[in-house]
């Protein structure tokens, strides 16, 4: 009797669960402050790693950036500092306006910094070495942005097994060291905020990619499971969102294109409207985001087709081979970079 109750609960749950989601589909709930909590981001010197740094800035958050490159890392923390330099100033410039209201400013506009690491995520050692600088020279992290990714551009079968191992190392075990360094702290206030930046070749795959899609689908599989796990120790305040979008013009795919009759209805993503969608998702606390709304179509019908079926599909769109072109692009490119340097 217990159980079948229970089984009634439950289904009341998971239709109210419906309810919800839809609901915030009408209703935009409000976003979140992060104005002076620690936000770090990893491959923060370019791409979206830099367009998240910059927009965690305009919220007044404190900023840690890492990536292996040190000058775009610092060309990123510039752009912060600007961006703190002109929030202070209209600060100061707003202040003469509301002086005797009684009321102050909460939000921190002079104790705002950016702290920047030459970290390579995909070692473990530094990563952890660099994490114990950034509670000891900074102080704990509130906002975890696991950003940094590569791609090796290679058939499987002409992947040097280093590219395959790196490719998995950053992309997916970063995660795993990055989590561990900040995660303890997080549990022990029960306040935090995990954010996964997968692709939407995590939750469905292409050819010619195996080794990116692989360490793709491994960083999905791993936020999903501490997703359940901060869940399972009711852990509450401590959220997660999965990022997974679709392919984005940042030079990183290069080359890659479906039917050309297709391609205006779904071309690649502006990489400022990608982030500004995931912030939007994080400052709400949403699990999951895709973009656009379609990948969450084309993933819902991976699930349920068969894989024939799926192939016809991915045919007829051209996406089955749509990474062709941008794999002979980096062959072409290291062919002549190796014979520019005479190797």
Known sequence: MNILLEFFVVTFRVLWAFVLAAAK??????????????????????????????????RRAL?????????????TAGMVQHIYREMAEEAAAAAPRVAGDGENDVLPHCNLQVYTYTCDVG??????????????????????????GVVSGHHLLECPDELIERTMMVNCHAHFWTTKAFLPKM?????????????????????????YCASKFG????????????????KDGIKTTLVCPYLVDTGMFRGCRIRKEIEPFLPPL??????????????????????????Y???????????EAVVCMYRFLGADKCMYPFIAQRKQATNNNEAKNGI
């Not at 179509?297 to 894989?307: E, G, H, Q």
Request: glycine share 6%; hydrophobic share 45%.
């Open 123 to 148: 070692k473990r050692e530094n990563v952890y070495l660099t994490a114990e600088r950034v509670r000891k020279e900074v102080g704990e992290v509130s906002v975890l942005v696991n950003n940094a």
């Open 25 to 58: 589909w009408l209703v935009r709930p409000k976003e979140k402050s992060v104005a002076g909590q620690v936000c770090l981001i990893t491959g923060a010197g370019s791409g979206l790693g830099r367009l998240f740094a910059l927009e965690f800035a305009r």
């Open 219 to 234: 960083a999905v599989g791993f936020h999903e499971s501490l997703s359940h796990e901060l869940k399972a120790a009711e």
């Open 63 to 75: 900023l840690v950036l890492w990536d292996i490159n040190t000058q775009s890392n610092e060309e």
């Open 270 to 295: 502006k990489p400022e409207y990608c982030v500004k969608q995931a912030m939007r998702a994080i400052l709400t606390d949403q699990p999951m985001i895709c973009t656009p709304r379609l990948m």
């Open 297 to 307: 179509m084309v993933t819902l019908m991976k699930s349920i087709l068969p894989f």
């Open 187 to 211: 549990l022990e206030m029960n306040h935090g905020h995990i954010v996964t930046v997968a692709s939407s070749l995590g939750l469905f795959s292409t050819a010619g990619v195996e080794d």
